[in-house]
């Protein structure tokens, strides 16, 4: 008897051996992860056609170095809220990409999955062409302002319908859908009545592109991601119940509606404020979460952290080579992470799949 309890104590402590190196494995990925964001970063304030070293630029946001005031017109005024935005914009769509894909079940999920992106590029569009928009701001606001608030519509009206009819998640994502073709198809009313400069700066619009950046629309976004990341994090366990199946998470005495709909009001902040002042940038949302999955597991304390940072990590990425596959041209952000995301996805989706022969 003495020797099968010494045997079930021996496995135990095992198993918590193994559970703690799991842990500290996944703490130092953490780690490294935030040290690769803060390198990219720096990079990012270091690469561009004027000539401020990686250290310069570090050394002169410390206070270190003093550079010319030509030099530090360049790095405070454009590099740098251009880098940061890069930061926020990457975890923003992440973080919202990794709840999204929880909640609806769903790895090909992403923020842009309901109608988001459609529902942001017409109320652009309006304010664009037509002066339309549905708050008292003038100038770029109207335009930031309009996307906002239309890609918050398409989201609250999506859960609204799902509400109503009792549905579940498939049910949302056809809403989604069918949502998104028919702001597509309104948009595209609005771009044939456009005149030719109005539809050129839709079409730029909707690229996606980080030269919007200011100080303005920084603390926004920053906002945002402070107010929601705290309640992302306090959901991390009853997340990982649901990923596990609704009907374990029922079991385990979660609400999955309300779970699944506070976590839709987070995504939609943290998209619509994205997109309202970026554009639309595809695949971040979508492929970020898939290697912080690979990386640290399913365990959403970890899993959450993982994406925010994966997500900062690839649009800073993106950012530096917008600024380096055509000398003296950024090429719109939105581009760059549709032209790399694509195949990273496929690659990606291959290697999860792959079988021995």
Not at 56 to 65: E, H, I
Not at 327 to 337: A, E, F, K, Q, S
Request: hydrophobic share 60%.
């Amino acid at each position: 008897m003495s020797t099968v309890v010494s045997q079930h104590e021996r496995l135990a402590d095992e198993a918590l051996a193994a559970y703690a190196g799991l842990k500290r494995r996944r703490r130092i990925l953490l780690a490294i992860l935030g040290f690769g964001v803060i390198a990219a970063f720096l990079l990012d304030l270091g690469t561009g056609p004027a000539s401020i070293s990686i250290r310069d630029a570090a050394s002169s946001l410390l206070g270190f170095t003093e550079l010319s005031r030509a030099q530090g017109v360049i790095l405070w005024q454009v590099r740098l809220p251009v880098a940061v935005m890069a930061v926020l914009v990457g975890a923003s769509l992440s973080l919202a990409g990794a709840e999204m894909q929880t909640v609806l079940a769903n790895p090909l999920a992403e923020p842009f999955t309901l109608g988001i992106s459609y529902a942001a590029a017409l109320g652009a569009a309006l304010a664009i062409v037509l002066g339309i928009g549905v708050t008292s701001l003038g100038g770029p606001w109207l335009v930031a302002g309009n996307a906002f608030l239309f890609a918050l519509a398409a989201l609250f009206l999506v859960q609204a319908l799902t509400r109503l009819t009792n549905a579940g998640a498939e049910t949302l994502i056809l809403f989604g859908i069918a949502l998104g073709f028919a702001a597509s198809a309104v948009l595209s009313l609005v771009q044939f009545i456009a005149s030719a400069e109005a539809l050129q700066q839709i079409v730029f619009w909707s690229m996606g592109s980080l030269a919007r950046a200011d100080w303005t629309v920084l603390s926004i976004l920053a906002g945002v991601l402070v107010l929601v990341v705290p309640f992302s994090l306090r959901a991390a366990w009853p997340l990982t119940a649901l990923r596990l199946g609704e009907e374990r998470a029922i079991s385990l005495g979660f609400d999955t509606d309300r779970l699944r709909l506070m976590a839709l009001i987070r995504v939609s902040l943290l998209a619509a404020t994205s997109v309202a002042f970026v554009g639309v940038v595809g695949f971040v949302g979508l492929i970020a979460p898939h290697i912080a999955r690979m990386l640290v597991g399913e365990d959403h304390r970890y899993f959450l952290p993982a994406s925010l940072l994966v997500g900062a990590l690839t649009v800073s990425a993106a950012s530096i080579a917008s600024k380096l596959i055509v000398p003296g041209i950024v090429i719109p952000i939105g581009i760059v992470t549709a032209l790399v995301g694509l195949p990273g996805f496929v690659w990606l989706v291959v290697r999860r799949h792959r079988r021995p022969a």
